[in-house]
Structures are given as C-alpha cells and as structure tokens.
C-alpha cells in the first residue's frame, strides 16, 4: 500500500485590536505586532489587522456592528480560518462573533493558553496548564453547543443541549478539583525541596517573555537551560547552583511575563512563581532592543506586584545592547550603536540603583553584571552568615 506524504497546511488568521480612550494607535498596533507573534509562535500566519476606535467594546460583538461586517466579508473572500481578537472575549462576546463568522474565533487568553499547552513538557507544567485551560473553557462551554439551537423543538427533542452542557460541566469541575488536588501535592513537595536548600542565597531571573532569560542563565551558570527566540521558551523553573568569589547563591529561571497574562495561569502556575515570591533578589531582564520595553518593564512590575514580589532588591539587566541602535544626530536622523559608556549617561542608567548593560549573546560586558551581582548577593550573605567574613572578597575576574 503506497502511503502519499501529506503536508500539514498553517491556519490563516486576522486579528482584531480596539483603540480605546487613553490609548494611542501606536500602542495598539504594537500590541497586535506581539499578538501577530504569539500567533506565529501557535502555528498561524497572520493576514491581516482590524483596528477601530471606541470607548469601550461592545457588550454584544467586542467591536461594532460595521466594523464586523467588514471583517466577516474579508474572511469569506480570502477564506481566512481563525480570527483573534487582542483582549479576553466574554461568553456572549465569544458566541455571538461565531455565529456572525462562522470562523474559528480566538481571543488573547485563548491563544496564550494554546501556545502553553504546546510548551508544556514536564508533568507538573502540563498539570498546570490543563487546569488553566479548563478554568478558562468552563464559563464557555455553551458554545460548544450551538449546533443544538439549530435542531427543531418538539416532543423528545426538549433540552438535549442544556442536559449535555450540565453534564459537560459537572465533569469539568470534577477534573479542575483533580488537578487542584494534584498541584497542590506538588506544590507541598517543591516547598519541601526549596526548604531543603537551606539558606543559601536565592537569585531569581524575571521579565518580560523572549527578553533572554535562559541565555544568561546558560551563561552565568555554564550550563544548557533550552532557549529559543520564540515566546514562552521556558515554562518549568529551572534551578542552578552558582559560585562567584567563594560565594555560593542558586540561580532560578522563570516563566516570562506577558501583557494581559490570563489570571488562570497566574494561578495554577503558582508552584513556578513562588520561586520568585521566595527569591532574595531579582535580575529583572529587559530586550532593550524593544521599541516598547518602557511598556513591558510596567508589565513585569505589575506582575510582580500582583505575587507580592515588587519589594525585593533588583538588578535591571538592559540585554541584546549589541542590537540596540539609538538616534544619532537630530539633524541627519541618523540612527548608531552607542557605546556602552554613552549608555551608561543615559536616563535608562537611573531607572533602578543598580543597572547594567549587556549582550548575553556576545558575552559583552558580562563582567560587570557578574560583580554587581556579586555585591548584592555578598550583602544578603554578610546579614544571613555574619561569621564567615573570611569569605567576603573584593571582587576579581575570573
């Protein structure tokens, strides 16, 4: 039997962003820009962008009754598969859009949740991002069920739809309880191994996700932590004991930070997040290559604060300088690499007491970032082992 190779096709998709009161078009089309990558990331090639100005979206189909009559005849002539829309889709939202499209609809959780499942590798990150998932669906179940509206009414045909969504949504909950179980089991058993760790100093790496993150744990700690320029590279903590000086302090890799990160994942990723919430000092990573890394250094802090992490010592760590071009001279409009000296003048220098600049790629001012944070574990050391001053060495290159 002759078996034909079949090749897998990649979806289509539009995507669909509002320009709301206090917001620039500027700032949405960089928010769809990053929803076009989250969507690259899932598998899907982006079209096109739907924008429209409103105060606030429509209760009934997110963006107007116009607006989505356009989008309805751009996706039937280009026989786009999916739309997704920028911001979470309520229930009703949700159902109506479908039955107008007749599409795939997605919205930012959806998809940011999809592209977790497909990450996902151990069994602790698909615990999590299942339970994630099933919060999410189970306020959304009805439209799953939409084909039923279609069947006539009649004797034996009342409420098959409601029968089948209340027994879906008694399994569900049932499972979301499982899997609550379950995580908490795990969470008492990676709260037993960070006890075990005694009281070594704890360093976490946090930011903005696809910022290089496990590029400079790779890097301080000589180890292989994958990494890849895609986003949510890392789901799983990973942990890595390092020595500077005669210093010993454990270095942990988190999940990266995006805008509007479903709360559902917030929650069941509480285990990976608590390795932030106990860390002593946080490297907060930025791409400074970024044209709106101002905009995802406030996300990060948000989340930060949002775990009750925002009061910790932190080094802001400006990544990739050796990508970063900034405006020459006004009157050219000529764009150059600044030194790392003229970066160091800059207002970026003074956002936190200690910043340093560097290109984990290139190895290029790693030195520097080694011994501030040399310094700052040294003084966490000296208050939590007073007696061990012998240790405590001025900083040299290794």
């Not at 206090?22 to 769809?32: A, I, N």
């Not at 339970?131 to 034996?156: C, D, N, S, V």
């Not at 560097?358 to 970032?369: D, T, V």
Request: charged share 30%; with cysteine.
């Amino acid at each position: 039997m002759e078996y034909i190779e079949t090749k897998k096709i990649q979806e289509t998709a539009v995507l669909v962003g509002i320009i709301q009161k206090g917001e620039s078009t500027q700032e949405v089309y960089e928010h769809l820009d990053e929803l076009a990558f989250l969507a690259e990331t899932a598998g899907a090639k982006t079209v096109r962008n739907f924008v429209q100005n409103m105060e606030q979206p429509n209760n009934k189909t997110f963006v107007g009754k116009g607006k989505l009559e356009e989008i309805n005849k751009y996706v039937r002539e280009n026989d786009i598969d999916m739309v997704i829309f920028d911001d979470e889709l309520s229930p009703s939202q949700l159902r109506n859009i479908e039955r107008i499209l007749e599409r795939k609809i997605l919205d930012r959780s959806n998809l940011i949740l999809d592209i977790f499942a497909s990450r996902a590798q151990t069994a602790n990150a698909k615990t999590q991002v299942e339970l994630a998932q099933l919060q999410y669906m189970l306020p959304r179940l009805t439209r799953l069920w939409t084909h039923l509206e279609r069947q006539k009414g009649g004797i034996g045909m009342r409420g098959p739809g409601e029968t089948q969504i209340e027994t879906d949504r008694r399994i569900i909950k049932d499972k979301i309880s499982r899997l609550k179980a379950k995580l908490e089991k795990i969470d008492k058993q990676k709260a037993v191994q960070r006890s075990n760790r005694g009281k070594m100093v704890r360093v976490a790496l946090v930011g903005y996700t696809n910022v290089g993150k496990s590029t400079i744990m790779n890097m301080l700690s000589k180890t292989n932590v994958f990494a890849e320029n895609k986003l949510f590279a890392t789901l799983d903590t990973t942990v890595r004991k390092i020595v500077i000086n005669n210093i010993p302090f454990l270095l942990s890799d988190t999940v990266g930070f995006i805008r509007k990160l479903p709360h559902q994942l917030v929650d069941s990723f509480k285990s990976t997040l608590d390795e932030v919430r106990e860390a002593d000092l946080l490297l907060h990573v930025v791409d400074i290559t970024h044209p709106a890394f101002e905009d995802q250094i406030n996300t990060v802090n948000n989340t930060l604060k949002e775990i009750e992490a925002i009061d910790k010592p932190t080094i802001l760590v400006f990544n990739k300088i050796d990508g970063y071009e900034a405006l020459g001279g006004f009157e050219e409009g000529e764009f150059s690499r600044p030194t790392l000296e003229e970066l160091k003048k800059t207002w970026m220098a003074k956002m936190q007491d200690r910043c340093v600049f560097i290109s984990a790629i290139n190895k290029e001012n790693i030195e520097e970032l080694r011994k501030v944070l040399y310094e700052e574990v040294k003084k966490i050391h000296v208050k939590r082992f007073p007696y061990n001053d012998f240790l405590y060495l001025d900083y040299e290159e290794e």
